[in-house]
């Protein structure tokens, strides 16, 4: 933490935290590669090969591994545009690519991540949708995922609906959450006022609960949002004190736990914001104080990923700019102006900030214009030629999405089953 921000339009969101399984028989495959056995201990896990001779196993067996989960979205309504992939998608491969290899912290304990990156088709039908179109676009949003740089032998790609786990955990977050506090959420009073408030679907409001239990299903500490997002966070951050004040406390919980067989420290742990700033907002190219975004009724005002050149040329050709001499930064009067500067910039990861002011302070819009569209147009030629291949091979496509769901399945019912147990639920037999 798409972390990765969450908007209402354009969810996007991300978790991380280090990881502490709920029994010691957990299956490798959602923690370590290879025959290895897991034992826990305060929070760590120590590992021994069940290949190697026993003096070895009790050197391997000293060796602490903590795992940190990192947990994406974006929401499958409509294309995905250039704000989707600068503010989010790139930075998954970033940090896909960066933090792969397991690394050692000053502590001696060995660092390894999991990354898993969700389609939240789930959000998506918070508004009026038509079904075709979200079909299309779960796997058309799954396919750009990959075609952008996800690669599915370090990471896991799945769609929010195949993990039944977040309704189910969405409903008793849902149970236990005062009306007052989901009343508060400004992003819910903007969108039903667009939409009337006569007409908006209980999803939207409850849509708040429902990333809880996105965020919380896999045990995040730590949430990377867009600043738009933190009052969603701080709500996720006030069930949890909730939840565990009413259920994780006294001996009948440790009961009902040592009848489970699940560890008795608290169910959930508050998660921080750790706010995303740099690239997290691509402005409307209608308007540079607006964000881009999927749910505007003009396709001019973005560019999608996918639009052919040249619809990229008329578009950048026609977008809002101003009647200033020069092009310059970070011009509060100027706010199309930065917004262009920016996309030029991020399409152009390898250039400095200086050294494009000094290539574009002294340029008409005129001129400039032509060279942002090119830019544009260079960046995202390689993703579309994937993208092609991808989408065009349905059988590959689902096989990514089953294994990232057979994975995520795993991690997520352990929580809701930790939760459902200190709630008083009984476990089928």
Request: charged share 25%.
């Amino acid at each position: 933490m798409k972390v990765l921000s969450i908007a209402m339009a354009s969810m996007v969101w991300a978790s991380a935290r280090a990881f502490t399984p709920l029994s010691p028989t957990i299956s490798r495959h959602a923690l370590l590669a290879g025959g290895n056995h897991l034992v826990i201990s305060k929070n760590l896990l120590s590992m021994s090969s069940t290949k190697e001779a026993a003096s070895e196993s009790e050197t391997a067996v000293k060796k602490k591994i903590r795992t940190r989960r990192i947990l994406s979205g974006v929401q499958p309504t409509g294309a995905l545009h250039l704000g989707n992939y600068l503010g989010a998608i790139r930075q998954w491969v970033d940090m896909q690519d960066k933090e792969f290899m397991p690394y050692t912290d000053e502590d001696g304990v060995e660092i390894r991540t999991e990354n898993y990156f969700c389609v939240v088709d789930l959000h998506a039908i918070t508004m009026p949708h038509d079904p075709n179109e979200l079909q299309e676009s779960t796997l058309a949003s799954a396919a750009l995922y990959l075609a952008a740089g996800i690669d599915p032998s370090k990471s896991k790609v799945f769609v929010q609906s195949h993990v039944p786990a977040h309704t189910e955990m969405a409903w008793l977050l849902n149970c236990i959450t005062p009306m007052n506090w989901l009343e508060r959420m400004i992003q819910f009073k903007d969108k039903a006022k667009k939409q009337g408030t006569e007409s908006v679907g209980v999803g939207l409001f409850t849509y708040p609960i429902l990333m809880a239990a996105d965020i919380l299903l896999y045990k995040a500490d730590r949430v990377p949002v867009g600043e738009d997002q933190r009052q969603h966070l701080e709500l996720a951050r006030d069930i949890v004190r909730r939840f565990n004040d009413m259920y994780c406390k006294g001996n009948a919980f440790k009961k009902r736990c040592k009848a489970a067989s699940i560890p008795t420290f608290p169910t959930f742990i508050e998660p921080e914001a750790m706010i995303v700033k740099e690239g997290a907002r691509i402005m409307s190219l209608s308007d540079g104080t607006s964000k881009m975004s999927k749910s505007d009724p003009k396709d001019a005002s973005r560019i999608n990923v996918l639009d052919p050149p040249k619809v990229i040329r008329d578009k950048i050709k026609r977008c809002k700019t101003d009647i200033f001499e020069g092009i310059e930064w970070d011009n509060p009067e100027r706010p199309e102006a930065t917004n262009l500067l920016s996309i030029y910039a991020a399409v152009q990861p390898d250039r400095t900030k200086e050294d494009i002011t000094k290539e574009v302070e002294d340029l008409s819009w005129g001129d400039f214009k032509p060279k942002l569209a090119d830019a544009i147009i260079a960046h995202l030629e390689p993703i579309q030629k994937k993208y092609a291949e991808v989408r065009g091979d349905e059988e590959y496509l689902t096989k990514v999405l089953k294994d990232g769901a057979d994975s995520a399945n795993e991690i997520a019912s352990q929580t809701l089953t930790s939760a459902k147990v200190a709630m008083g639920f009984t476990r089928p037999t």
